[in-house]
């Protein structure tokens, strides 16, 4: 577990001094961490021994020990597949280095189902399930076909969902009519990508609620997030894995599904009617073939 997690997650009771020093650090995380015993007291306001014992409590024996783990967040944070070439290097000696892989997507599978709070995930599902909201999906570079994946079906199951994707000029302009009345989803990955922070940022400050998705070291979007969606992302490749992010947006898609099933029949009638009627897909040209499955 992350030094950020530790503040937040409710475990540890603080003191009232105390939680001055998490208000602190939470402020400018981590680089509040980053500077000396004095430093940090002096701007949370208490004394020099409640920092020491402060980091005690999180289970450090000693301030250098605190910072020596707020660094090693940082490098992990911050990593990118260049980095990461020797430590995560691929072994082709592996016998079957298909399974291997997929033994390492299953233990980060795994690993995803401790990560998410079930109340966190439910407040997410009850945003996609507000009718009186308009719902917008973002994502960056790699993470932009999550973003995409999650509107397909989504637009499916209600109305005014949007993917905001494209030139970054045309996703800017759609900035102009996010408001209290809109919901963001969006998926933000180490190294964390300005444009998609910045967006979401103004979307937030206009009052727009932020549902985010994001790694075990969260994206600076956390910070104004309603609702924030961990994953693991550790592969064995130096590419960051998008298995388990792909699993809960789809768990996401199943739940909303489950929760508009009466609502959204209709529409999905509508939508097939009027892809039938040109010709869309390969069944349209024989009905009867095609009886359920994916739709395309």
């Known amino acids: 577990m992350g030094i950020r997690d530790r503040l937040t997650d409710g475990a540890i009771a603080f003191t009232r001094s105390e939680l001055k020093i998490v208000r602190q650090l939470l402020s400018n995380y981590p680089a509040a961490g980053l500077n000396t015993v004095a430093h940090l007291a002096a701007t949370a306001s208490v004394s020099n021994p409640t920092v020491v014992r402060f980091v005690n409590k999180l289970g450090y024996e000693g301030y250098p020990?605190?910072?020596?783990?707020?660094?090693?967040?940082?490098?992990?944070?911050?990593?990118?597949?260049?980095?990461?070439?020797?430590?995560?290097?691929?072994?082709?000696?592996?016998?079957?280095?298909?399974?291997?892989?997929?033994?390492?997507?299953?233990?980060?599978?795994?690993?995803?189902?401790?990560?998410?709070?079930?109340?966190?995930?439910?407040?997410?599902?009850?945003?996609?399930?507000?009718?009186?909201?308009?719902?917008?999906?973002?994502?960056?570079?790699?993470?932009?076909?999550?973003?995409?994946?999650?509107?397909?079906?989504?637009?499916?199951?209600?109305?005014?969902?949007?993917?905001?994707?494209?030139?970054?000029?045309?996703?800017?302009?759609?900035?102009?009519?996010?408001?209290?009345?809109?919901?963001?989803?969006?998926?933000?990955?180490?190294?964390?990508?300005?444009?998609?922070?910045?967006?979401?940022?103004?979307a937030a400050e206009q009052g727009a609620r932020i549902i985010l998705f994001t790694d075990r070291w969260r994206s600076p979007i956390s910070e104004f997030a309603s609702v924030t969606l961990t994953a693991p992302v550790d592969t064995v490749s130096p590419y960051d894995t998008m298995v388990p992010a792909i699993a809960q947006t789809e768990a996401l898609i199943a739940a909303l599904t489950a929760r508009l099933a009466h609502r959204s029949r209709d529409r999905i009638e509508r939508l097939e009617a009027v892809r039938r009627a040109y010709a869309i897909t390969e069944d349209a040209l024989n009905p009867s073939a095609g009886k359920g499955g994916q739709t395309s």
């Not at 302009?173 to 408001?179: A, F, K, P």
Request: with cysteine; charged share 25%; glycine share 4%.
């Open 65 to 202: 020990e605190f910072q020596s783990a707020l660094l090693n967040e940082v490098q992990e944070r911050m990593s990118s597949p260049l980095s990461m070439l020797d430590t995560r290097k691929p072994s082709l000696a592996q016998d079957n280095f298909y399974q291997h892989f997929l033994n390492a997507s299953i233990h980060a599978l795994e690993t995803s189902k401790t990560m998410l709070p079930a109340h966190d995930f439910e407040m997410a599902v009850e945003a996609a399930a507000d009718l009186n909201m308009r719902v917008h999906c973002l994502g960056g570079r790699f993470s932009g076909f999550l973003a995409g994946l999650l509107w397909a079906h989504m637009k499916q199951l209600r109305a005014e969902a949007r993917w905001i994707n494209g030139a970054q000029a045309d996703q800017v302009d759609q900035l102009v009519d996010l408001g209290r009345k809109d919901v963001l989803f969006v998926y933000d990955y180490r190294r964390y990508q300005m444009d998609t922070i910045r967006f979401s940022r103004q």
